[in-house]
């Protein structure tokens, strides 16, 4: 590998880590609103996480066309390492393990979101499917209601 390839190559990488932190952000603040139940966040946010897969998706096309134009095509990062000037090994590799780390808390997050609401979910399936007779209702003072009065009032007369 030249010197001028290594210095694109770093460029790249570099770029490619902003997109990551940022998205890496992006998924911990959805996390953050899961598990606050923020709903109106969630929704207002889809947008925004279908623009940042776009540009991963759009940066992964770039790599794979720079990196065949620059004739490193299929390589794996620890060959590049390995390959590249000695001057520039060490920025490299503090761009390829930046993505690993980033990529692999993304991941992670992203687990822990489809679990969360797995969770949340289950629960509410079960709250769901309790009958009413068995639901416990507490008056203001704290006591408990054994009888649930559904008749009469103002919705009992409709």
Request: aromatic share 6%; hydrophobic share 35%.
């Amino acid at each position: 590998m030249t010197v001028d390839t290594a210095k694109t190559v770093i460029k790249f990488m570099e770029k490619y880590n902003r997109h990551f932190e940022e998205l890496e952000t992006f998924v911990s603040e959805k996390k953050a609103k899961v598990i606050a139940d923020d709903l109106v966040w969630l929704l207002d946010s889809l947008v925004r996480e279908q623009k940042l897969v776009m540009e991963g998706n759009d940066l992964e096309v770039k790599r794979l066309s720079l990196f065949e134009e620059l004739g490193i095509g299929g390589k794996k990062a620890k060959q590049l390492i390995a390959e590249c000037p000695e001057e520039y090994r060490a920025k490299l590799t503090l761009e390829c393990l930046s993505m690993e780390k980033h990529i692999d808390l993304i991941k992670r997050t992203n687990a822990d979101i489809i679990e969360i609401i797995e969770r949340k979910l289950s629960i509410q399936e079960k709250l769901a499917n309790q009958s009413h007779s068995t639901m416990e209702t507490y008056t203001g003072a704290g006591t408990k209601v054994r009888k649930h009065n559904t008749s009469g009032g103002f919705f009992g007369q409709v």
